[in-house]
């Protein structure tokens, strides 16, 4: 039973091109999340959503942009893909009941950008 | 601001044994919430443990459990009887009220389990 589903798993796309991630749950939490992770290092938040209360981080790169048009949906925007872009983006949910809840991740999309 | 710090990058550990990964935050909440997960190569992210800020026992789940010591403001993972498939990142996170709930990772340790 799937619970926090990313499609695609990987996505190759080419250097400016611009690129579409969907993350979509199950568990109606409030919280959403994306982070960015690059190879053997700590994902890195990019922004989240508290309902429909966007919070984005200060050092995200314009070039980053996220949508999220219900509870169940939220989709991370790359405009314009540089090399350094390549990673993999996780999407994780967390419910607000508390602080004792983990966060659900997702099985990640591994960004590939040629 | 929230910080998160895990110093040791890799640690090895002989197979049946114990071993305790270093994880130290820093808030300036009151409230908040700790987490261990462990990301295999496969790249999921899986729970492993959680204490609360203001949970007076230690933590534990199977063999996992957790050495909270609020003020020094630690929070180590402690493994025992270390099995192969234990070999893989842990990642310390925190979550708190501060910027809504978002939760942050430390870098990480990766774990090498020898046989």
């Known amino acids: 039973d799937a619970m926090v589903i990313q499609n695609p798993r990987y996505q190759v796309t080419q250097f400016g091109k611009p690129v579409t991630l969907s993350c979509s749950q199950t568990l109606n939490h409030n919280v959403m999340y994306w982070y960015q992770q690059k190879s053997s290092q700590a994902p890195k938040l990019l922004f989240h959503?508290?309902?429909?209360?966007?919070?984005n981080e200060a050092d995200t790169p314009d070039n980053f942009q996220s949508r999220r048009p219900n509870t169940s949906f939220c989709f991370l925007d790359i405009r314009s893909p540089g090399l350094g872009d390549a990673a993999m983006y996780l999407c994780?949910?967390?419910?607000?009941?508390?602080?004792?809840?983990?966060?659900?991740f997702g099985q990640g999309t591994r960004l590939t950008v040629v | 601001a929230q910080k998160i710090t895990q110093t040791q990058p890799g640690m090895f550990v002989q197979e049946k044994e114990a071993v305790t990964l270093d994880c130290t935050y820093d808030?300036?909440?009151?409230?908040?919430?700790l987490f261990w997960y462990k990301q295999p190569s496969s790249g999921e992210m899986i729970f492993l443990i959680y204490?609360?800020?203001?949970?007076?026992q230690n933590a534990t789940e199977g063999r996992y459990s957790l050495n909270f010591q609020k003020a020094r403001k630690s929070a180590n993972l402690v493994i025992s009887a270390s099995q192969l498939g234990d070999s893989a990142m842990y990642f310390c996170?925190?979550?708190?009220?501060?910027?809504?709930?978002?939760?942050?990772f430390g870098a990480g340790t990766r774990l090498f389990v020898k046989a």
């Open positions: 994780a949910t967390s419910s607000p009941q508390g602080l004792n809840t983990e966060a659900f």
């Open positions: 204490q609360g800020s203001y949970d007076e």
């Open positions: 808030t300036s909440d009151q409230s908040y919430g």
């Open positions: 959503y508290y309902d429909k209360d966007f919070n």
């Open positions: 996170a925190m979550r708190g009220l501060i910027g809504g709930f978002k939760t942050i």
